[in-house]
């Protein structure tokens, strides 16, 4: 992907091609963007399993030209039985990583939904939600295509998930791991998302879906129960802010680091760097990083728990001071405590303006491994980002909301533009949409190739242990040097479009009506127009 696509109807970018192509259909019959957006989650739920699904939680920022943007919180919280000593009485100092004891936080991502149509009926819209679903379900039943990232992560994961209850039924082919190209059916799935259709979002909480899941999960050993689901809301609520040069950015509060990649460029732009892919931007940018996951891992969890108001770190003050801490020719020394990922990021922009920024994750791959027979429903992992050490930032208690990696982003810019962007990636989230932004809004790269280009890690994800400075290949080896001259460990990987660097998007509005959107080449996305 070289080139930016252009359009006046509207612009889905989504990582598969599948579900990119489900939300443009819906602007196709006159949807809006918050529409368009609860078919690609149905879609992408579907057909890349191992990065996301209706058993996972998301996170929305929702815009309308004139309007203030709002943020979508669609968290679950722990299992009121799961706490410190639940864990220990079964002889676990950690929370496991996969099975039942993994599955103990609620899945909110459809309880977004409910609250995006809520947000697409203020804004017009009238496409019911049988319709919204349609791709989705008929992608299950009828069956997709295996893509090469899902062949490669359960081969590489299935000696983890392998035993996990309903994983080798839904996710393996008589016991092989399914190649790429073979045909991936769930019907289980697709008469859930028929029901969640004719009944409504509220019936994954308060029906007989409910009932039906939380039956399986506690056949499955999972603490979680039908009253853990019957106490879940998704939120609405404002989101974060941080002003640049030119633009403002939005992102999701607490408990998401949304916080952070406001940070990263807030420190960024006051750095004034003038050359894009220099050692002052690439260099910049990384201790940016360093600063705000300094902040992050210290303050950011819960907001009910947490002791500094967040928008505290995004004044203008506390930035102005904080940018001084960055040596600008030398590297703070790391590494640092590191959070894995997988998740999706898909975008959209309508004719009208109206915009919307998604994130749906079950946080590793194929979350805690369980799927649920009755519904076909995969559940996440994402408490165990939880800690069972009472001292701990992120202590596991009854009720509490975990940390998220997850945070869609939203700008505006002071000549008229809208830019929604992101990626899946865990720890590499916040990075990737500084050097997608920065490429773009500051040093004028057009929009394609903002995504398109090189691109950094520091830390780790998809499984990664190292916490080294990672490179993709394609890097100039001059600036390679010169950033280990200044106290880098870099890592050069051995590809030129590496996984390991997230699938991002991004989609911009001018304020002519022109639409552009980009792709990553790294996933199975396109960007789909009118």
Same mark, same amino acid.
């Given at each position: 992907?070289?080139?930016?696509?252009?359009?006046?109807?509207?612009?889905?970018? !989504?990582?598969?091609?599948?579900?990119?192509?489900?939300?443009?259909?819906?602007?196709?019959?006159?949807?809006?963007?918050?529409?368009?957006?609860?078919?690609?989650?149905?879609?992408?739920?579907?057909?890349?399993?191992?990065?996301?699904?209706?058993?996972?939680?998301?996170?929305?920022?929702?815009?309308?030209?004139?309007?203030?943007?709002?943020?979508?919180?669609?968290?679950?919280?722990?299992?009121?039985?799961?706490?410190?000593? =639940?864990?220990?009485?079964?002889?676990?100092?950690?929370?496991?990583?996969?099975?039942?004891?993994?599955?103990?936080?609620?899945?909110?991502?459809?309880?977004?939904?409910?609250?995006?149509?809520?947000?697409?009926?203020?804004?017009?819209?009238?496409?019911?939600?049988?319709?919204?679903?349609?791709?989705?379900?008929?992608?299950?039943?009828?069956?997709? !295509?295996?893509?090469?990232?899902?062949?490669?992560?359960?081969?590489?994961?299935?000696?983890?998930?392998?035993?996990?209850?309903?994983?080798?039924?839904?996710?393996?082919? &008589?016991?092989?791991?399914?190649?790429?190209?073979?045909?991936?059916?769930?019907?289980?799935?697709?008469?859930?998302?028929?029901?969640?259709?004719?009944?409504?979002?509220?019936?994954?909480?308060?029906?007989?879906?409910?009932?039906?899941?939380?039956?399986?999960?506690?056949?499955?050993?999972?603490?979680?129960?039908?009253?853990?689901?019957?106490?879940?809301?998704?939120?609405?609520?404002?989101?974060?802010?941080?002003?640049?040069?030119?633009?403002?950015?939005?992102?999701?509060?607490?408990?998401?680091?949304?916080?952070?990649?406001?940070?990263?460029?807030?420190?960024?732009?006051?750095?004034?760097?003038?050359?894009?892919?220099?050692?002052?931007?690439?260099?910049?940018?990384?201790?940016?990083?360093?600063?705000?996951?300094?902040?992050?891992?210290?303050?950011?969890?819960?907001?009910?728990?947490?002791?500094?108001?967040?928008?505290?770190?995004?004044?203008?003050?506390?930035?102005?001071?904080?940018?001084?801490?960055?040596?600008?020719?030398?590297?703070?020394?790391?590494?640092?405590?590191?959070?894995?990922?997988?998740?999706?990021?898909?975008?959209?922009? @309508?004719?009208?303006?109206?915009?919307?920024?998604?994130?749906?994750?079950?946080?590793?791959?194929?979350?805690?491994?369980?799927?649920?027979? !009755?519904?076909?429903?995969?559940?996440?992992?994402?408490?165990?980002?939880?800690?069972?050490?009472?001292?701990?930032?992120?202590?596991?208690?009854?009720? #509490?909301?975990?940390?998220?990696?997850?945070?869609?982003?939203?700008?505006?810019? @002071?000549?008229?533009?809208?830019?929604? =962007?992101?990626?899946?990636?865990?720890?590499?989230?916040?990075?990737?949409?500084?050097?997608?932004?920065?490429?773009? !809004?500051?040093?004028?790269?057009?929009?394609?190739?903002?995504?398109?280009?090189?691109?950094?890690?520091?830390? #780790?994800?998809?499984?990664?242990?190292?916490?080294?400075?990672?490179?993709?290949?394609?890097?100039?080896?001059?600036?390679? &040097?010169?950033?280990?001259?200044?106290?880098?460990?870099?890592?050069?990987?051995? &590809?030129?479009?590496?996984?390991?660097?997230?699938?991002?998007?991004?989609?911009?509005?001018?304020?002519?009506?022109?639409?552009?959107?980009?792709?990553?080449? #790294?996933?199975?996305?396109?960007?789909?127009?009118?």
């Amino acid at each position: 992907m070289l080139t930016t696509k252009r359009a006046l109807g509207g612009v889905m970018v !989504a990582p598969h091609h599948l579900a990119a192509q489900a939300g443009r259909d819906v602007l196709r019959e006159g949807g809006n963007a918050a529409e368009a957006m609860v078919a690609a989650a149905a879609a992408i739920a579907v057909v890349y399993p191992h990065m996301n699904a209706i058993g996972g939680d998301g996170f929305w920022i929702l815009g309308a030209p004139g309007e203030e943007p709002v943020a979508i919180e669609a968290c679950g919280t722990a299992a009121a039985a799961a706490d410190v000593d =639940y864990y220990r009485e079964r002889g676990h100092d950690s929370i496991p990583s996969r099975g039942p004891l993994a599955a103990l936080t609620v899945a909110g991502t459809v309880g977004g939904w409910g609250q995006a149509m809520n947000v697409a009926r203020q804004w017009g819209g009238k496409l019911p939600l049988t319709r919204l679903l349609e791709d989705g379900q008929r992608h299950a039943r009828d069956g997709v !295509a295996v893509t090469r990232s899902q062949e490669q992560l359960t081969r590489q994961k299935l000696p983890e998930l392998a035993s996990v209850s309903g994983f080798a039924d839904t996710f393996l082919d &008589q016991g092989q791991v399914p190649v790429e190209g073979a045909i991936l059916r769930q019907p289980q799935l697709a008469d859930t998302l028929e029901r969640i259709g004719r009944a409504g979002t509220e019936d994954f909480y308060r029906g007989e879906l409910a009932t039906a899941m939380a039956e399986d999960l506690a056949r499955a050993g999972s603490p979680l129960t039908r009253e853990d689901l019957a106490g879940y809301q998704a939120r609405t609520l404002p989101p974060l802010s941080v002003r640049l040069r030119g633009s403002t950015l939005y992102n999701q509060p607490p408990p998401t680091q949304g916080m952070a990649s406001l940070m990263i460029l807030g420190l960024f732009d006051r750095l004034g760097v003038t050359d894009g892919e220099s050692f002052d931007h690439l260099h910049g940018l990384v201790e940016a990083t360093k600063q705000a996951f300094l902040v992050r891992d210290q303050y950011c969890t819960d907001p009910a728990y947490m002791s500094e108001d967040p928008a505290r770190f995004l004044s203008e003050s506390d930035l102005a001071e904080r940018v001084q801490r960055i040596d600008r020719q030398s590297a703070l020394p790391w590494p640092h405590p590191a959070q894995p990922g997988d998740t999706i990021w898909m975008g959209c922009i @309508d004719r009208e303006g109206r915009c919307a920024s998604f994130i749906q994750s079950i946080y590793w791959e194929f979350g805690a491994g369980i799927v649920l027979p !009755a519904t076909g429903v995969l559940w996440q992992n994402r408490g165990i980002s939880f800690s069972l050490d009472d001292a701990a930032l992120h202590t596991l208690k009854p009720g #509490r909301k975990p940390f998220h990696t997850l945070n869609p982003a939203m700008a505006r810019f @002071d000549d008229g533009r809208t830019m929604v =962007y992101g990626t899946m990636g865990g720890e590499g989230q916040p990075q990737t949409q500084a050097a997608v932004f920065s490429r773009y !809004a500051l040093f004028d790269q057009p929009l394609q190739q903002a995504v398109t280009a090189p691109r950094w890690l520091l830390g #780790r994800t998809w499984g990664e242990q190292s916490t080294s400075l990672k490179l993709e290949a394609r890097f100039d080896p001059a600036l390679v &040097q010169q950033l280990r001259d200044a106290g880098h460990q870099v890592e050069v990987l051995d &590809q030129d479009f590496s996984d390991t660097m997230g699938h991002a998007g991004a989609v911009v509005r001018h304020p002519n009506g022109l639409l552009e959107g980009a792709a990553d080449p #790294r996933s199975d996305g396109i960007v789909a127009t009118l």
